[in-house]
């Protein structure tokens, strides 16, 4: 049933594939002694059909698809896809049931009674519902619970991306841009959890406890300034009690120790701590000294950072610990908490932790790029300005970009280091390459400079890289990731 007729291996990972069904006779009517089997085990009123991730690259290659796109007077592939749609439409309306698929099923036009599932954020769920079509949000961005739930180095491995609690809660299904009427084709939200790296059931039940929770309370609530999630977190924490007494694997991340460096480039560098839960006491260490115990310190505030090394908090209830130890590294190098000046912003969605993040003495996660740490830039070179604040001897400038180009994620070329004693009189740059990355995630980087009596540094990252041709996305610009820039 392929357009090219060669044996097609099953696929032993996860990925988007080019091999995709022609949509011959032989073909359809596969598809219908199928779903004819699914519809005789499960009574449902709805067949959900998928439809998503479906390269078309094979249908523009066979001549037998091109001769039906004329035939049937479809404008393109799209059209063609949308053709398909409708054919199993018609059968699943003839026996009774309804359609449900992703939201790739709107291109080139919606089959006529389709409900769709808006996974690709809210766009496709909006269109939807402004033809009258019926729509269930799912986006990913809210709504995708095999996506991390905490930066804690001890999280099970999941695909990536990053879904707190409070994140969850945050989502309203019902977009705004939609009236009273469209409105009332939202039918509700749904929340995915595929398990391509979810071995168990232990590990399955805390991906979606107490993040399904979240989902249902925002779901049934209706209007979201009836929402508060500090309330909704006082009340799930006897559900939490309830749930671990019923041998779910629950996650207790509300209650894991978080730090926050409060990092500026004018006040002291101070590390502060907290959990979500915003209950129970937080008692901390410095610089590792010891174990956390009943008898350690207790946070009450701001804490300075005056030397190198770990620092590790966690929360005690009454009856004991509670959550995960955090624990957060710092590096007191010349660097830190100085002055910064970019000359282009960084790109969204990354940049949550501010630029500063560059100087504030924490390395990036070595699994996750959007911890707040790596700093995205993607359209202009990236350019930063440092002031010292007094002149000072320099001998090595480190640091690390993410690798990934599966997800268009670079290293450039090349760094230009320039230094001034005074702004206006930078001397001519040192220029290093930046050796080939042999894989994906961190590459460390790291230069002897020449730099006596300086009080700015200029660090420039040239060119810019582009994907190479042939690969996918090809003519567009990928991010460059940057992480802490080490100065000594």
């Not at 999280?155 to 969850?168: F, H, M, R, S, T």
């Not at 100087?359 to 740490?373: C, I, S, W």
Request: net charge negative; charged share 25%; hydrophobic share 35%.
């Amino acid at each position: 049933m392929s357009c090219h007729g060669r044996p097609v291996q099953p696929a032993t990972k996860w990925g988007v594939f080019e091999n995709i069904y022609c949509p011959t006779e032989e073909t359809f009517n596969f598809l219908e002694d199928v779903l004819t089997e699914v519809m005789d085990l499960f009574p449902s009123e709805y067949i959900h059909i998928g439809g998503d991730e479906a390269p078309k690259k094979q249908w523009e290659e066979s001549a037998f698809c091109q001769q039906l796109i004329d035939e049937e007077g479809l404008e393109d592939e799209a059209g063609l896809q949308s053709y398909f749609i409708r054919r199993i439409e018609t059968f699943l309306n003839e026996n009774g049931r309804s359609l449900i698929g992703w939201d790739e099923i709107l291109e080139g036009g919606l089959a006529p009674n389709a409900t769709v599932m808006s996974w690709r954020g809210e766009q496709g769920g909006i269109e939807a519902a402004e033809a009258g079509h019926d729509v269930i949000m799912t986006p990913n961005s809210h709504c995708y619970f095999d996506h991390y739930q905490s930066r804690h180095p001890d999280e099970p491995l999941a695909i990536g991306g990053y879904l707190p609690l409070e994140k969850v809660y945050s989502y309203h299904p019902v977009p705004e841009e939609l009236d009273e009427e469209e409105a009332k084709h939202i039918l509700g939200a749904q929340g995915n959890l595929w398990t391509e790296y979810i071995p168990t059931t232990d590990q399955a039940e805390y991906m979606a406890y107490p993040r399904m929770m979240a989902l249902a309370e925002v779901s049934w609530t209706g209007d979201p300034d009836r929402k508060d999630f500090q309330d909704f977190v006082r009340r799930l924490e006897p559900q939490i009690q309830r749930w671990r007494d019923r041998g779910i694997n629950v996650a207790t991340t509300i209650y894991d120790a978080r730090p926050l460096i409060q990092a500026n480039g004018v006040d002291p560098l101070r590390l502060r701590w907290a959990n979500t839960a915003q209950s129970g006491t937080i008692r901390y260490t410095q610089n590792g000294d010891g174990d956390i115990t009943r008898e350690s310190p207790v946070f009450e505030g701001p804490i300075p950072i005056n030397e190198s090394g770990t620092y590790s908090a966690r929360t005690y209830s009454p009856e004991g610990p509670v959550g995960r130890t955090g624990s957060i590294t710092i590096n007191l190098h010349k660097g830190v908490n100085k002055a910064l000046v970019l000359a282009s912003r960084p790109t969204e969605p990354t940049n949550t932790a501010g630029p500063q993040s560059l100087l504030n003495g924490v390395q990036g996660a070595p699994n996750d790029y959007r911890d707040g740490e790596w700093l995205s830039f993607r359209e202009e070179p990236f350019e930063a300005t440092i002031d010292l604040g007094q002149p000072d001897t320099l001998s090595r400038i480190s640091t690390r970009f993410f690798v990934r180009p599966g997800w268009w994620i670079y290293a450039p070329e090349r760094m230009e280091v320039a230094f001034a004693k005074n702004q206006d009189d930078f001397g001519p740059p040192q220029t290093f390459g930046i050796p080939e990355p042999d894989g994906i995630g961190p590459h460390e980087v790291s230069f002897a400079v020449e730099a006596i009596d300086v009080q700015f540094i200029r660090i420039k990252l040239l060119p810019m890289p582009t994907i190479p041709a042939g690969q996918p996305g090809a003519g567009t610009l990928p991010h460059v990731m940057v992480d802490e820039l080490v100065i000594e």
